[in-house]
């Protein structure tokens, strides 16, 4: 049997093959299967412009319609851009502070936040993202001196004769998986532990995926830190489900209200949230790690569905008043 193929330079090639189904070669096919093939690494530079605050960023990523199903980090999502807002309105959380980004992709949020924060690093539990990350964070994170006090409009201020100048910020990139045991392990190397922020945006989606997100946060976030997780609420039962979890870890999540910072006819999703999370005073934090507490990338309907089961047992529980 034969198969024409074309390529991008338009040349055609014959190429002659058996019918797999009955050379019974399936085995040595997957033996020379060369994954590198499928993978699309032709990024882009983008520069995301935020005018009231007289800001640009760029970063290399790869244009939506290219990405695979398991390298979405490849791409930029909109939850990022609100996050870049909230970041530039709220510079004041950010100014020398330490601050981490989970599931960065290639790493929008984190990257700005270099403009304010005395340390940033960029995790993505992906390992086909680092290298993007790396290369974002080497080529694109604030490098220029900045002064002791930064402004609250956005741009790190400039140099005057009464502000100290301080350094540009650290900027490290690690692969993390989301947790408790696959963050101690992967933040060996990082000292001190905690941080005084800890963000993430699109990282809020697979059932299975939001115990060892919320044990990570709880992990790094220190005693009055704040998370910020912005997010498509795209399965309302991982929604609640996210939200009864935070509970149970002992956090408070607050609505941040976007029409405060985002810029008039912002396109923004009926389904985006961007919350503030902090712990609830007093409460002792690290809850008990079961077996659940290691990632499993099990994406099946039948998680959504047993997920589904159990909150309509559940169904008398507060949920926070989000309905
Ligand atoms: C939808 S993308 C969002 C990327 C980026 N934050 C943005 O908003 O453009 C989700 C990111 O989370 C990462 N991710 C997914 N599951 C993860 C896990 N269990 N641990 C760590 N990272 C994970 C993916 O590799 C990907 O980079």
């Given at each position: 049997?034969s198969?024409?193929?074309?390529s991008?330079?338009?040349t055609?090639?014959?190429?002659?093959?058996?019918d797999?189904?009955?050379?019974?070669?399936?085995d040595?096919f997957?033996?020379n299967f060369?994954?590198?093939?499928?993978?699309?690494?032709d990024?882009v530079c983008?520069?995301?412009?935020?005018?009231q605050?007289?800001v640009?960023?760029?970063?290399?990523?790869?244009?939506?319609?290219?990405?695979d199903?398991?390298?979405?980090?490849?791409?930029i999502?909109?939850?990022?851009?609100t996050?870049?807002?909230?970041?530039?309105a709220?510079?004041h959380?950010?100014?020398?502070?330490?601050?981490l980004?989970l599931?960065a992709?290639?790493?929008?949020?984190?990257?700005?936040?270099t403009?304010?924060?005395?340390?940033?690093v960029?995790?993505?539990?992906?390992?086909?993202?680092?290298p993007?990350?790396?290369?974002?964070?080497t080529?694109?994170?604030?490098?220029?001196?900045?002064?002791?006090?930064?402004?609250?409009?956005g741009?790190?201020?400039?140099?005057?004769s009464s502000?100290a100048p301080?350094p540009?910020?650290?900027?490290?990139?690690?692969?993390l998986q989301w947790?408790?045991k696959t963050?101690?392990?992967?933040?060996r190397?990082l000292?001190?532990k905690?941080?005084?922020?800890?963000?993430g945006?699109?990282?809020?989606?697979?059932?299975?995926?939001?115990r060892?997100?919320l044990?990570?946060?709880?992990?790094?976030?220190?005693?009055?830190?704040?998370a910020?997780?912005?997010?498509?609420?795209r399965?309302?039962?991982?929604?609640?489900?996210?939200?009864?979890?935070?509970?149970d870890?002992?956090?408070?999540a607050?609505?941040?209200?976007?029409s405060?910072f985002?810029?008039e006819?912002?396109?923004?999703?009926?389904?985006?949230y961007?919350?503030?999370?902090?712990?609830r005073v007093?409460v002792?934090?690290?809850?008990?790690?079961?077996?659940k507490?290691?990632l499993?990338?099990?994406?099946s309907?039948d998680?959504?569905?047993?997920?589904?089961?159990?909150?309509?047992s559940?169904?008398?529980?507060?949920?926070m008043?989000?309905?």
């Amino acid at each position: 049997m034969s198969a024409v193929l074309n390529s991008t330079d338009g040349t055609k090639g014959c190429v002659e093959r058996e019918d797999a189904a009955t050379s019974g070669c399936h085995d040595e096919f997957d033996d020379n299967f060369e994954p590198g093939l499928f993978l699309c690494r032709d990024y882009v530079c983008y520069e995301f412009s935020f005018d009231q605050y007289g800001v640009k960023q760029r970063l290399m990523s790869l244009p939506s319609k290219q990405t695979d199903y398991d390298l979405t980090g490849q791409i930029i999502w909109p939850a990022s851009h609100t996050m870049c807002y909230m970041i530039l309105a709220n510079s004041h959380l950010f100014n020398s502070r330490r601050v981490l980004e989970l599931g960065a992709g290639a790493g929008l949020p984190g990257l700005l936040a270099t403009r304010f924060a005395k340390e940033v690093v960029l995790t993505d539990g992906q390992e086909e993202i680092i290298p993007l990350l790396n290369l974002n964070a080497t080529t694109y994170a604030y490098t220029e001196q900045r002064t002791e006090r930064g402004s609250s409009t956005g741009s790190p201020s400039r140099s005057t004769s009464s502000a100290a100048p301080r350094p540009p910020c650290a900027v490290h990139v690690l692969p993390l998986q989301w947790g408790y045991k696959t963050a101690v392990k992967a933040v060996r190397p990082l000292q001190p532990k905690s941080f005084d922020v800890v963000m993430g945006s699109d990282i809020v989606f697979w059932p299975e995926a939001i115990r060892p997100l919320l044990e990570t946060i709880e992990y790094f976030l220190s005693a009055n830190g704040v998370a910020i997780i912005s997010y498509i609420n795209r399965c309302d039962l991982v929604h609640r489900q996210f939200f009864d979890m935070l509970a149970d870890f002992g956090f408070i999540a607050e609505h941040v209200c976007m029409s405060t910072f985002l810029p008039e006819h912002f396109p923004v999703s009926p389904h985006a949230y961007l919350l503030k999370i902090t712990r609830r005073v007093g409460v002792s934090p690290r809850p008990k790690i079961g077996k659940k507490g290691s990632l499993k990338q099990n994406r099946s309907i039948d998680g959504i569905a047993s997920y589904a089961n159990r909150q309509i047992s559940n169904s008398g529980r507060h949920r926070m008043g989000l309905e």
